[in-house]
């Protein structure tokens, strides 16, 4: 059973753990809030309250003399108490909507106190529009250090929205530099990097800062010596490298879930009918709806209810989240099974002793059968969604452009989804896609296809296909390349095969044994998880490990895990690799007093280590979940992912477009 | 031989409690007349600063140089005077020490300076509000000040870096405070400064948000003192009934009047707190020292004396000595209480017959075997505890000595202890005079008093001490070299400029070389630099700069020495945007518009960054400078983008039209951009359309802002079908896309004749399926069935399926004579009603 598989860690494996930033994230916002004294109104970024969430809940805000809670909107304040604090973003956006309602304050001769907390830092941009403004004289600015918030157990997200675009359409760095802050607290907390490898321009940006901060500061070299082995390296991969992954549909349960009912901040919207379990029995804490000034969307065909996706509360997610959503019904009949037994075992209580131990299990299994009857609903959600003839459609598309399959008949049947009215998410990431697995797209063709969209969704979507095409991005290309824009292509052709991307399926093998991290695209692997496997399991890009364990297995009837091989960097892939476009990053960080012979390291160790991937500029939970499987072949690693926030195809295209889906903050669980 | 330790102590309560009286120096003659200034010390063995009272008289002639000049005058522990400043501005109001030893002056304008022990100083002001109104009275506790201005409102400023000061609860007062006091935020649960006022009978206590009224009768208080842990409160009547109560006002813990004591002659100068239960009550010449349960010590002395709380105790300063009066800390009464059976006791004992040679040694080390371990660490302990290096070594050499005995002993706390003594006994020494005990030295940590040292430049001994405890170097090398480019001045300014540099190189080289040897690599030489260039040696600052190697730490000096561009390099290579923004928005404000942008410009490939973020800076802010940027630098798409993202902002038709206008003139500039230019050319030509529609509907209905497929859906559905094909001409929208628009908006509007009629007018390019399946989405099978009967036959059964026809279905099976598909038909047939119809075809087939 997959639950086994996860659950089966031994003791000496043990991961990182990461609740100790959460912890931190609490602390640190308490004492923010408590360096205000009395009651005071909170003002929050709306953008920040899912990531809080994370972390917090109002009950704590209220504790802590949180009187009334507002969301940062354009319009006049009202506030009860004399002090009034600002949670948010340091962006000119919220700064020029506090010094508004400063300033209207001040009009009509208000008096109050405020309290400025700029999430992580404060910039320098900031205060310097406050000064333009007229206000900064009126308010205490500082800080509120929110770095790495835990997602799950083997999941850290700094829930930077958009950061794709700010990347790579903007040029605007900062968010580089805040991972970079975030990843040396990071190894504050759990160790140093030894050894830093990585892919892409900006991940070489961001392990040359990691660099220079180690080779300068060893400031706390004592501390950090007494967890040294932990982790044994940082992968940086830039989302840059490879941007075909988010392009696709993600086929696993939470993936599948975020693509077409969507997850923010771990959050998902359901029907409060499937939220709420019939009966007042365990509850799912349910974030109260904050007091607003904007107007409760009462209009609503049906009350929504956020539900918080963790394996905390809800243990079967743990076991279904990172499966292939066609398994996904098979486990629930099972799991629906194994419960109906567990019931049973009420009715072969003959003696005292056996009710007590059924009573004292009958907690868990309520627990289990509410997150059951949860999953099934949101399946029953999903099912009619995948069956939708856009959703097939596109599927197909997919497929054969990355085999690349008659690409001209690919592009025709895009131009149909465009007629027959596909959303415009939909369409871009197939185009997308198009132009980087074959290269560009025929100038006449690409030229025509954007005038259908131009007609289609509208003329101001103009800007965004200028992004696409610009060399940042280069996701959407004529071919040939017009002289101007110069720099090496995309080898997905090469790569296809050097790296053994698409695999043949057969389905059933592939609900039995989960083949290979292909299962994540039902056949395709991800590029990025791929590049990971290139440091970290040299053996999973060539063959696949869960098939030699299937022949040991009928060998000798045992399975062995193989014990993971150190990290060595690229070694064995340095010419696949060189393709890619984008920097190649392999630092040795040698630690600052520690002498250890080189050999020592290259030894294999009987301890577990970690290897931090940091996925800059986003990931996806396909991408998760298929690191997720690559962890459980190999004895002796553990992966912890961090990123920027997670991603999918439409929120990378949405947000280059500008629209985010609108209505989401309004109702934050916070 | 020094004298016992014990013989320095006094008993107190029964006999259960010691207090010693311990002479630190022997200030004789060194101190003016304490009773003419008024003084403030600082805690942890700081100095004392003075300043004449003007209030009283003082005779002529005296030992008193310059009376007439407002002075400060700073003198250390041991009676040597450190500085001494005169004060040019204004009416001091009150002086008091922070915790890194600098003395804060506050005048009546709200002004006040940080001085440190050189003599430089840094200036803050309270706000121009509190300049107008004036300060009557503030109090300076180590890391804040209250103030009380003119109106007798309370103002406060938290840290010494020239924080903004913020207006507590106003107590509403009519005249200044008979006395008052501040409980600093750490001592407080609520971690925000209390304000204890003694207003006519009662105390007020005031914070930032309200003001309470702790309703005492006992009132008016003279004196007002909170304890170190700010737990309790001693308060002192008018008629010297002294009182303690805790600080929440709701425990009274002690009484006693100072007016029995014998001795007492005239007012009480000083309450202060020796330790948590104790209070010292000082008179002119005389101090008296009451205990928790009202029993009391006698200090007499030959002359005015001033005391200042210590954590631990209470400093004395008098004419003649510095005494630190103190409880004995429980180790060392444990080891030399008279008497005393203790293991530390029989320890020490045993130690003294042992360098007897005497055996009882033996006999009393057996006796406290068990006890061995702690009574070795007592002795440790108490060792760090007595003044006296006689006794220190006395005291440790019994804890060797035990140490001997026992199997397993740790034995840092005694190596730490060793070095600790050390460290305190040179500190101590009376050219140095830093009285710190072992408690403070604990409290304040070594770092603490290694930057002292520096601070009275002492860098030889901070090195060595902070070298000897493996502390860092850079804290002190930092302080030496910014002394030395200071002190290294050419002495005559007019000295040829050939020297100059010489000189430059050398004390560059000096400074450079000793940090390489002393320091690690972490030593930054910026905050050097930015002293050197303070002092106006700019060659000295550049040359320092080039071996700093962070950049942030470069950038800011280099943009006030005006190094634009190389700042602006570093800044970007430094990574951190912020950094990059403080750079870009220094220089836009101080530089012409057109060299800013060609500084940017010029910098190419390295300068990217700069440039891609100013554009996000400018986008949001200031959009007149960014079309300007983009002008000079001919950037046609960014321009052209620019204000497309305007026109979607606009509401106004017209002027919407003229910035896509602009947009699109951008675009044909550029000659690669001509696929844009049109489809701008068509969306100039869709919003005059649109403007067009909407006057023929009289407004009645918005097409501004619509999409090209909108605008047909939107005519559709609002029945201007004429219109709808006139788009789909002008705009070339082809026929499969404008058959899915009619399909879909006739649709919504259930127009089924309109529907019929349309697939009738040609042949579908889309053929005939998606009619079915869109109806039958929407719900209305029976029109859709209509549709089936032309699509292509072999999809026809699924297809009447789906609209629930399982009759027609079968039918159709039959007329194709395709049996098997029959019999999959009859499998999902929902019930028997159809199962029987679907038989009944299957026969009929035969």
Known sequence: ?670 | MTAHPTASWSAMQDGNVFYRRQQLYSTSGKLPNLNEYIVAGCKYGGPLAMMRDTTKVISIGGTNPALNKAQIQIYSPAGDGMLLFSWDNGKIVRFGWTDDERLVILNEEGVYRLYDLQGDYQQYSLGSEAGELGIVDACIYESGLVAITGSLTLLEVKGWEGARPLSLANPGLTSPPHAWAVIPPDLNISRHVEVLLSVEATIYSVDNLEVVDQRLSRGPFTHLSPSPNGKSLALLTFSGLLLVVSTDFQRSMAEFDTSTAQHADGSVRQIVWCGNDAILVTWDAFALLVGPFGDTLEYFYSGPIFAVTEPDGVRLMSPEVCDLVQKVPASTVSVFRPGSTSPSAMLYDAWESFSQRSPKADESIRSIRPELASAVNECIDAAGHEWEPYWQRRLMNAAKFGRGFLDLFNPSDFVTMGQTLKVLNSVRFYEISVPLTYTQYLHASPSHLVARLTARNLHLLAHRISTYLSLKPDAVLKHWASAKVLHSRPSGSGTATVTDASADDEVCQLIVDKFRKLGGPEVSFADIAKRAWEAGRTGLATKLLDHESRASDQVPLLLTMKEDRLALIKAVDSGDTDLVYHVLLHLYNRLPLGTFFRLIEDGGERLTLASRLLQVYAREQNREMLRDFYYSDDRRVESAVLSLEESTQILDPASKINAVKAAQKFFSEDKDRAFEAKMMDESVRLLNLQMQLEQETDGKITFSGLSVNDTIHTCLVNGMAKRADKVKSDFKVPDKRFWYLKLYALTSTRDFEGLEAFTKSKRSPIGYEPFVNHLVEKGFSKEAATYVSRCDSPRRPDLYVKCGEWRKAGEECKTRGDKAKLMELRKKAPNSLIERELDQIATSMR
């Open chain 1, 1 to 670: 059973m997959a639950s086994d598989d996860q659950s089966s860690v031994p003791a000496n494996e043990s991961a990182l753990d990461v609740s100790l930033l959460k912890d931190v994230a609490k602390s640190a916002l308490v004492d923010a809030l408590n360096s205000v004294n009395g009651a005071k109104t909170l003002v929050l970024d709306a953008s920040l309250s899912g990531p809080l969430g994370l972390v917090t809940e109002v009950s704590l805000l209220k504790h802590h003399g949180v009187d009334k809670m507002f969301w940062l909107e354009p319009g006049p304040l009202t506030s009860t108490t004399s002090n009034v604090v600002y949670l948010c973003r340091p962006t000119i956006k919220n700064v020029k909507i506090i010094a508004d309602q400063i300033k209207r304050h001040a009009r009509e001769s208000l008096k109050h106190a405020y309290t400025v907390f700029f999430v992580p830092r404060v910039s320098t941009l900031v205060t310097r529009i406050l000064e333009e403004e007229g206000v900064l004289g009126d308010v205490v600015v500082s800080t509120y250090n929110l770095q790495f918030i835990p997602l799950a157990d083997d999941v850290v997200s700094l829930e930077r929205d958009n950061t794709f675009k700010e990347l790579w359409v903007d040029g605007d760095e900062t968010v580089i530099f805040d991972s970079f802050q975030a990843l040396v607290s990071f190894q504050k907390y759990y160790g140093s990097f030894p050894r830093i490898v990585g892919k892409g321009d900006s991940a070489a940006r961001l392990a040359t800062l990691l660099h220079r901060q180690g080779s300068t500061d060893s400031s706390s070299s004592e501390a950090r010596l007494a967890n040294e082995q932990t982790i044994d390296s940082l992968i940086i991969i830039d989302r840059r490298v490879d941007m075909i992954t988010p392009l696709l549909t993600q086929l696993t349960y939470e993936g599948l879930v975020d693509e077409l009912i969507g997850i923010k901040n771990s959050h998902v919207e359901l029907p409060a009918s499937l939220v709420n379990p019939p009966a007042a029995s365990t509850q799912v804490a349910p974030p109260s709806a904050p007091t607003s000034t904007a107007p409760v969307a009462g209009l609503r065909k049906e009350a929504k209810k956020k539900y918080h996706l963790t394996t905390t509360t809800d243990p079967l997610l743990a076991e279904i989240r990172d499966l292939n959503f066609s398994s996904v019904g098979k486990k629930l009949n099972q799991v629906a099974h194994r419960l109906d037994e567990d019931y049973k075992a009420r009715l072969q209580a003959k003696t005292v002793a056996q009710l007590r131990d059924f009573v004292g299990k009958l907690g868990g299994l309520q627990t289990e059968h509410q997150s059951l009857r949860l999953h099934t609903g949101l399946s029953e959600l999903v099912v009619p969604l995948t069956k939708t003839e856009e959703f097939n459609k596109s599927l197909e598309i997919q497929q054969n452009l990355l085999a690349s399959y008659n690409v001209s008949v690919q592009l025709t049947a895009i131009e149909d989804m465009i007629a027959q009215g596909a959303e415009m998410q939909t369409v871009l990431r197939l185009l997308c896609l198009a132009s980087i697995t074959a290269g560009g797209i025929k100038a006449k063709t690409l030229e025509n296809v954007k005038r259908e969209v131009l007609q289609a969704y509208g003329y101001n979507y103009l800007p965004m296909l200028l992004s696409l095409a610009a060399p940042s991005l280069s996701m959407l290309l004529p071919n040939p390349l017009p002289s101007t824009v110069t720099g090496p292509k995309y080898p997905f052709v090469l790569l296809r095969k050097s790296l053994r991307l698409l695999i043949d399926d057969n389905p059933e093998a592939l609900d039995e044994v989960e083949n290979d991290i292909s299962f994540v695209y039902s056949g395709y692997a991800p590029i990025s998880v791929r590049l990971v496997q290139c440091i970290a399991q040299k053996g999973g890009v060539l063959s696949n490990p869960a098939e030699r364990d299937k022949q040991d297995q009928d060998g000798k009837g045992k399975t062995t895990k193989v014990q993971a091989h150190p990290i060595v960097g690229w070694k064995g892939f340095e010419d696949v690799i060189s393709t890619i476009p984008g920097e190649t990053v392999d630092i040795v960080q040698k630690p600052a007093n520690a002498v250890i012979s080189p050999m020592a390291s290259l030894l294999p160790r009987e301890q577990a280590t970690t290897t931090v991937v940091f996925f800059l500029g986003g990931c996806t939970y396909t991408e998760i979940a298929a690191l997720r499987w690559v962890a459980r072949q190999n004895r002796g690693r553990k992966f912890l992912i961090a990123t920027t926030s997670i991603v999918s195809g439409a929120s990378i295209i949405e947000g280059i477009a500008g629209v985010g889906k609108a209505g989401g903050p309004k109702d934050a669980g916070i």
